[in-house]
């Protein structure tokens, strides 16, 4: 059996703050579907899974997805059915009470609550999520872990003034019992693209590296360099550091509230609609997904590079640069 396929799935743009690095510009319902359009959409993306004999891995999120008052049928849908092997659910956190818990806990392939904070204390992440974020969200921690039900996994995006934090973050991690934490990179998108001084450059992405070898005692820096994205899990021998690899055009989509689909959430342009086509025909017929599936369409150092399974993030390109083949704009190593 082949790995699951990722499946990110935005059910609104709904949301009860304005984070600073936010990608979204738009926090209305007015893309949202409604009941009857989710399903479908939910069947033929199962559909499509079943199809190519594999398994779905599928997170739901915003916006906010708490303020989607169909998350939990569509959860209910998701959970029976046999293509998908997990869910999981992206939030700010802030909206979790015993209640809301207790329903989540029901279903047997909800296995993560991933919650965004960005600062190891109040000030620097409250400078990011806003005012009262950050005790909010360690408030609700114990209540989240009581049932046991779900792992609490942390997400942190990388910026210019937070960085650097990374180790007093683990640190934090580990204090209040969460199962892990994901390193993100900021790219800048909607809200946070008033924010480019934030993100982080090519030397401050070296440290970053430099500061993941410290953490977790790794030799060589180069090993790290074909991934976009880091996720650490506490387990009884200590924290382990896990690379994630670009996903786009490999092993996993982003579909946005109003059902068009993304390469992933950080490279906002649609390549089809699930309402209008199944999965299966845009993932084969794409011809933006076609030329970034191959490596020797990059361009700059990233096309001449010598190690074979990095592509850079695709995504930064786009963002930074204004073409998705260009080279990565974090990458420091100087031999390609």
């Not at 915003?62 to 029976?80: I, R, T, V």
């Not at 942190?156 to 209040?176: A, G, H, W």
């Not at 994901?182 to 008033?194: K, L, M, N």
């Amino acid at each position: 059996m082949k790995d699951p396929f990722h499946i990110q799935w935005h059910i609104t743009d709904l949301c009860n703050l304005r984070c600073q690095h936010c990608y979204q510009d738009d926090f209305s319902r007015e893309k949202d579907l409604d009941w009857p359009e989710l399903k479908r959409i939910a069947d033929h993306l199962t559909a499509t899974i079943k199809n190519w004999a594999r398994t779905a891995c599928i997170h739901l999120t915003g916006g906010e997805p708490f303020l989607k008052p169909e998350l939990f049928a569509l959860l209910n849908c998701l959970d029976q059915n046999p293509a998908v092997e997990e869910l999981g659910i992206i939030t700010n956190g802030l909206l979790l009470d015993e209640e809301i818990v207790k329903r989540l806990s029901a279903f047997s392939k909800l296995k993560k609550i991933k919650i965004s904070l960005d600062g190891a204390d109040q000030e620097t992440n409250d400078s990011i999520r806003g005012k009262g974020t950050f005790e909010k969200v360690i408030r609700n921690v114990p209540l989240m872990k009581a049932g046991k039900a779900f792992d609490i996994v942390f997400m942190f995006t990388l910026m210019k003034r937070n960085f650097r934090e990374l180790p007093s973050y683990v640190r934090l991690c580990q204090e209040i019992g969460a199962d892990g934490l994901i390193i993100e990179r900021f790219i800048p998108w909607g809200r946070g693209g008033d924010r480019k001084d934030e993100v982080l450059g090519k030397r401050d992405w070296e440290e970053f590296t430099e500061i993941l070898l410290n953490l977790f005692s790794i030799e060589e820096k180069i090993s790290l360099l074909p991934y976009q994205a880091f996720q650490v899990r506490f387990n009884h021998d200590g924290p382990e550091l896990l690379g994630a690899p670009c996903v786009i055009g490999v092993d996993g989509l982003c579909i946005m509230p109003n059902g068009d689909l993304f390469p992933c959430r950080r490279f906002p342009i649609p390549i089809g609609n699930l309402l209008n086509n199944s999965m299966s025909q845009i993932w084969n017929v794409s011809e933006i997904l076609e030329k970034l599936r191959r490596k020797e369409n990059l361009k700059g150092k990233c096309g001449r590079c010598e190690i074979k399974n990095c592509r850079g993030c695709r995504s930064l390109a786009l963002s930074l640069t204004g073409d998705s083949l260009g080279e990565d704009p974090h990458c420091w190593y100087v031999d390609a």
